[in-house]
Each structure stands twice: as structure tokens, then as C-alpha cells.
DNA sequence: TCTACTTTTTTAAAATTTAACGAAGTATTA
DNA sequence: TAATACTTCGTTAAATTTTAAAAAAGTAGA
């Protein structure tokens, strides 16, 4: 792996997060010279990995070339995880689909298998196209539980027996895997594609069946000393005496999540409050925050009760978070997030109530746009990130056979 | 200033935080090759900034050269405030006290002239020795409160009717001035001085009248979007009713803090507890907390069981940081510290309580070893942070006269 | 339509880095 | 203990990169 090579991927992935550059900007990002710069985009070029796409608008001088990838040269398979379900798609430079999303039961708790079968499926996925597969980056892959990412082992689910998960999957896959928190990767994306966008520091709440928190710090993912940082939904925040499945008590988690509404509203129908929703025995918990969401955006009041305390819990998160961190940007993303705008008015009131108001006035609270591809966006992103990526105070050598790029086949 | 200047600032910094460097070392330290950090050494040398120190030990080979700082070439006026005393010492580039440091009484709260009294003190203490003074590189001072540290302004004290606090003492003293949060500059003494060395991801607590923390993330000071980052004495973390200074109830600082401890003692001895200590009427805060801990060394029940309460629920705080940074360290520092192991085990009992054990587990608890004189350091490494930080970013022009170099004069 | 001012891209000069080599020292082995 | 092999340090010369100057391509206002 030469240093031209390693600039040329550095090329590549500045296109990838930015869809078009010029040559000036490409210049600046990748911190060298424009005759290199040049020098390098015309034997991408060359290689067919990189396309020039005309004259861009001018900014009052002359107007500059610009620069874009090969959307299909190059594809991701990206994977996103949660405790039942699994979700594969191979994506392009693009972030487009190139296959269509598929959905696969794979419960990961007490499930000693967990790991081999996500190899199976996907074995199989990949086994449609092979002239596709062989096009592939990398494989990024979101999951619940404690990552860490630099060992490559998850201690909650997807037990090893010995190595790590991504040695496991790379020689049965023979392309290289890329782990991570699912909060984290949702973060990602929101920092890379989406409403978190050149922030600097921003907090990433994922409302999920518990509430998920990815960080942004310096532009960048924050993950702690072994990338367990964000565990967000286990501080110590209530005085109840809810047993939470980390075994304490107190945890936010107890008090406010997607599984939490799903019981508050059998349980609060079941008592005979008045609401407009309706749910049968075959409801899954996914059903019914759909109904609520959808109900709350009808101005059902008893759902946008439930959401509102909800709300107001996660708020008073938030506001030990804008105390520690002072962000930015607080921005609710996330399966949770599709609920919508019912979720500002509660939590900017519990800052009011807790947050010194210098602080809370210096972060601005908002709603995700991305929809629930978030985690799969962001599996590709880590791709992206990660082939890319050159660890520091290290040796320029790089192990061989691990970060293949297209033009080396 | 060309960019050869610059570099040699980066040299001087390099020198300054670790004393002595090989030229390898400061080679990849400021990321210049060989040739032009020999070159750029040689000038300083020259110039007498820069001495050769003779031979270090061999590593396997030839021997390198060792460089350090002229030490009495350039000097720093530290500063540490509270909200009652300032002090001040002018310090070499060894840390040393050149002249010894000097208390003032300087009330902040409700003192409108803080601002041009704090001119007064240090226009009095340079004029003692003007040609000590003209080799003054700039004046780092460390405060509480709200400190935006761009603006160069402090929301809590000395308020300034226009412009900055930097713009108001530069303009009297004719020399660059750097502010910063005392918890912030404690955390930085400690991070390039104390047991934070080397530490990629710590939390540094200073236990003081309030509880104050700063953060080290990726190896730098964390200080958040406005500055405001670390306002760890105010998260909701008790359902009590007591009210706090901030103007809400619940604040951690409302139930742990060196003021709480003095109440304690007060209370506690008023009840008739049993104690070996004494108190007078004479006796301010800092003498009652002083003798707190001399009598808890000895083993006073009375003193370790104040000690251990308020300790308890300073872990329960930690507990969160810990669960949103996962951090390598956490540091116990400030003038509470110097109460010393005591503080060790009922922090530990409230992270065994409130923490995921992986999460506790994963980050120790260390005592810092930095006496009082840690924000002075801290406020004299801001100068020479600050003094050699390149904005990324923007054009490579520097403010005139902004940041002068002895060797300018 | 002309002039003044931008920004992009190319070309040539200046500066920097890389790499090779000699110097200085350590560790291992006969 | 002397010789060989292997470090690391510091210097010099070749190769690369950056900088700066100039040309190309536009914009905007008079």
C-alpha cells in the first residue's frame, strides 16, 4: 500500500460523504497540494473509480470542475441489528440500494448461535450476484449492546468463542467487517448525512425499545476509553424502585422508552381510559407505538399524554447531558423519532425546569428527518470511515490483504 | 510572524510541556522532518531560548542530544482567582516561582470594580521588577463561573461594560491575556503536568465549594460549544428540596461540597456529636474544612463519617460520567483533595451501586498528588497553549502583534 | 462594453521530505 | 574481550511536494 494509495482512498471517501467536490475543496480536505490533488483525481479517473460531472455553479469567479464517484464501481453491505431483527442491504457510492432491504428473525438474547447465523444470512445474501459481492468495500454491521469496537467483540450478545466477531465474519466472508453500537451508527449517519451535518458537538438521542445516545465531539463519533461511552439509558436518574434489566434500579430506561409506552397504553386501556386507538392480542409493541404516534398526530389526548411524560423524562436526560457537555445540537432520532414534533414541547419543559438557562438557551433541541434507515446509512458510513482511516503515531505500513479498494483486484 | 516563527513556537510549547526533547522526538511531535527541526533548533539556540542539555541515555543506539528551554529567558503571570482571594505568581518555564505568589482579598460577587481592581493587583505586581516583566510571554487566569473562553467573557463576575476581559487587561498591560474556567485549568495542569499525563480519555474532578469538573476528551480539554462544558456541580441529581445558588433544587452541589462539609461540622458538633475537633467562632470555611481533614487522617469517626457521606454522593455523580464517557480515569483533584484516601472508598461503594460493573470496571479512581498550586500551573500551561494554537481552518495570516515571542522584541 | 475583481487551474520556482549514508553506541557470541 | 550484528542519531544529496506566480474563465458594476 503506497502513500498515493492511501491518499487516493482519502479522495474517495471525502466524495462519498460529500456526493460532489471540486478539486480546491478535495484539496483542502485531504490536507495536500492541488497539483497532487489533480494528479490523483485524473488516475482515479483513469482507473474508472471517479467520474468528473461537469461545470458547478460559480461562487464569482471562474466556475470549478466537479468531482464525483463511480456510484456503482464500488458497493457496502450494510447491516443493521436490533434484538429480534436483522436487516441486510448492499448499498452503492450513492447510499441507494442496489438490492432491496431484507428483514431476517434473528433473536440475539440467550441465543448461543447468534453469530453463525448472521454469517448464514449473510452467506446468502451475497450468494444472488457474485459479480456484485465481489465489488464490496467492506461490511458494516450496527448491533445493540457493549461494543468495543477496537477488540471487536460485543460482551451482550453475539458471543465468540475465541477471536472477534469481525474475524469470524471476515474469513468466512473473506471482505472486511466493520462493528459498532447501533446508537453510534445512528449518530453517524445523522453526522454525516443527516440534521447533525459540520456540527461540532452534538448529542444523538436514539428512541428506541431503550433510549440510545451517540456523541458527537470535535466532528467527530465519540466513544470513550472502549467505546462504551453513551450508555445513557442506565444513569441513575429516578428514585423509583423499577428493577431495570441491567439489575439496578432507577435507570432512565425504567421510566422511559418505546416498550414503556407500549405498556403504558395496555395498560391504560385496559383500565378504560378514553383514546381513539385500538389494539388486539396480535399487536407486537412495534404496532403499537405506530398507533400512537399516528393517533398523537391526530390529537389523540390520551396518547399524547403517555408521549408527553415520556417526553418530559428523557428531557430531564438531556438536561444532565447540556450540563456535562454543552452541546450544540440535541437532536432525537431514531425509531421514537417518527412520532414527531410531540416530543419538543416536553422536553424543552423539562429543561426549563433543569437546566441552568444559560446552558439550555445555547443548545437547540431537533427533530430528526432520517427515517429508520438511519442505522443501515450509517453501517456504510463506518465502512467508509473505517477503510480509510490511518491510525496514528503508528508506522506508515499497513497490514496486508485488510483494506482492499476495487482497483486492486 | 512567517511560518518558520510558528514552528518555533511549537518547539518551545513541545519543550516547555515535557522539559526535554531529543530532536527526533520534537521532529514528529510538531510533524516537521529532521533537517528543518535541527535547522529551526539551532536558531533558537541562538536566539537563547533553546539550550543543549547534552547527552540522554542510548535506547539501543547512538545517543541523541537532549533540548530544553532557557528557562529565565520568558516568563508567564499566572493567575488563580475564587470567588474571595486572587492570587498571583510570575512563573519560569520550569514551573518555578520566580517571584513568590501573593494573595489579594478580591470579593467577585456583587463587585462591579472586580474587573479594574484585578488590573490594579497585577499592574502593582509587575512594577516591582520592569525588566522581569518585559519578558512576561502572556497572562493565563483561571476563574469561576461561566467563562466563554472565544469571547474572553465571564457570564457570573467580572462583568465588563464593552468588549472582552483579554481586550481590557491586554489594553492596560500590553500583553496577551487568556481566561479560562479554574476547573478547566485544573484539569489542564493535570492532564500535562499531574497524573493525567498521557491520558487519551479522564474526567478531573475539583472538590472546592462547589464540585467542579474538567474534561479531557481525545487527549485535549474538553470545553463544549460554549465553553460551558463540565457543569457537573449542577445536574438534577437529588429529589431534595433545597434550594441551590444556581435557583433550582436537587443540584449535586446542594448536598456535596466543601461548603456543605463546614455546615456539617458546624451542625453536627452543635448537636453535640462526638469529635477531637474544635471550632471557633474566628474560624472561616477553609480553616474548618482544613481541620476536617487532619482530624480524618487521625481517624476522627465524626469527620470521616462527614467525609464519607459527602463522598458517597460525589460517586453517585461520577457514576454518570462514567456512564456517558466511559472514561480510562477519573481524577480526584482541587483543594478538597488533600483530604486524601478517605475519599477512595465510599466513592467506589456509590459506583458499585449506580454503575454497570463492565462500565465501572473499566475506569479507576485516582487521587491527585497536585497541591494547591494545580490551577496556577494550569493557568501558566493555558499561556503557552494558547500562545502557539494555529486556527485550523483560516488563512495562515496571525494578528499583529497578537503573540509575541521574547525573541521579537 | 469595458474595467476591476473573483475563483479555478496550470506552470515554474522554492522548500520540504525522503532516503541513503556515516557516526555513535548496545547487545550478542565466540 | 574482541568481533559481529543490530540499534539509533544526525548529515547530506536526491526526489517530492508545496508555494507562488501566471493564465484562464467568470462575475459584477459603471
Known amino acids: 500500500m503506497t502513500k498515493n494509495d492511501l491518499l487516493k482512498r482519502q479522495i474517495c471517501k471525502q466524495l462519498y460523504f460529500a456526493q460532489q467536490l471540486s478539486s480546491t475543496d478535495l484539496s483542502e480536505k485531504i490536507g495536500k497540494s492541488l497539483p497532487i490533488t489533480i494528479k490523483l483525481l485524473n488516475e482515479l479517473i483513469q482507473e474508472g473509480q471517479v467520474k468528473e460531472l461537469g461545470y458547478g455553479a460559480s461562487t464569482g469567479g471562474r466556475r470549478p470542475m466537479l468531482y464525483a464517484l463511480e456510484a456503482d464501481r464500488s458497493y457496502i453491505l450494510a447491516v443493521a441489528m436490533d434484538q ?48 456484485a459481492a465481489a465489488r464490496i468495500l467492506g461490511i458494516g454491521i450496527g448491533m445493540p449492546g457493549f461494543v468495543d469496537v477496537k477488540k471487536g467483540v460485543n460482551y451482550s450478545f453475539l458471543k465468540t468463542e475465541t477471536g472477534s466477531i469481525n474475524a469470524y465474519l471476515e474469513k468466512r466472508l473473506g471482505v472486511p467487517v466493520f462493528i459498532d453500537n447501533d446508537s453510534s451508527l445512528i449518530a453517524l449517519a445523522e453526522l454525516r448525512f443527516g440534521m447533525a451535518q459540520n456540527i461540532k458537538d452534538g448529542m444523538v438521542i436514539n428512541i428506541s425499545w431503550g433510549i440510545g445516545l451517540g456523541m458527537i465531539v470535535n466532528g467527530e463519533l465519540f466513544r470513550g476509553h472502549n467505546g462504551f461511552a453513551g450508555e445513557f439509558s442506565h444513569i441513575p436518574l429516578f428514585s423509583n424502585n423499577k428493577m431495570c434489566a441491567c439489575g439496578k434500579t432507577g435507570c432512565l430506561e425504567t421510566e422511559a422508552s418505546l416498550l414503556v409506552i407500549s405498556d403504558q397504553v395496555k395498560q391504560g386501556l385496559s383500565e ?85 438557562p444559560r446552558l439550555s438557551f445555547s443548545t437547540t433541541i431537533k427533530l430528526s428527518n ?17 477503510i480509510v482511516y490511518i491510525p496514528t503515531r503508528e508506522k506508515k505500513t499497513w497490514p496486508a490483504g485488510k483494506l482492499p479498494l476495487v482497483s486492486e483486484k
Not at 429480534?84 to 441507494?96: G, P
Not at 432520517?370 to 473505517?386: P, R
Request: aromatic content about 6%.
Open 84 to 131: 429480534l431483527y436483522t436487516r441486510i442491504a448492499l448499498m452503492n457510492m450513492n447510499n441507494d440500494f442496489v438490492w432491496p432491504a431484507e428483514q431476517y428473525t434473528l433473536p440475539l438474547q440467550h441465543n448461543d448461535q447468534a453469530l453463525q447465523q448472521l454469517g448464514d444470512h449473510l452467506e446468502k445474501y451475497l450468494e444472488k450476484d457474485p459479480a
Open 272 to 356: 378504560g381510559k378514553v383514546s381513539s386507538i385500538k389494539i388486539t392480542q396480535t399487536d407486537t409493541n412495534e404496532d403499537i407505538c405506530e398507533k400512537v404516534f399516528k393517533a398523537a398526530a391526530r390529537g389523540d389526548r390520551f396518547c399524547i399524554g403517555i408521549l408527553s411524560e415520556i417526553g418530559y423524562k428523557i428531557g430531564k436526560g438531556i438536561s444532565i447531558l447540556i450540563h456535562l457537555m454543552n452541546p450544540e445540537v440535541i437532536l432525537l432520532s431514531g425509531r421514537g423519532a417518527t412520532a414527531g414534533k410531540v416530543w419538543l414541547a416536553p422536553v424543552e419543559q423539562a429543561l426549563n425546569e433543569h437546566c441552568i
Open 370 to 386: 432520517m427515517d429508520l434507515d438511519a442505522e443501515m446509512i450509517g453501517a456504510a458510513a463506518l465502512v467508509m470511515e473505517s
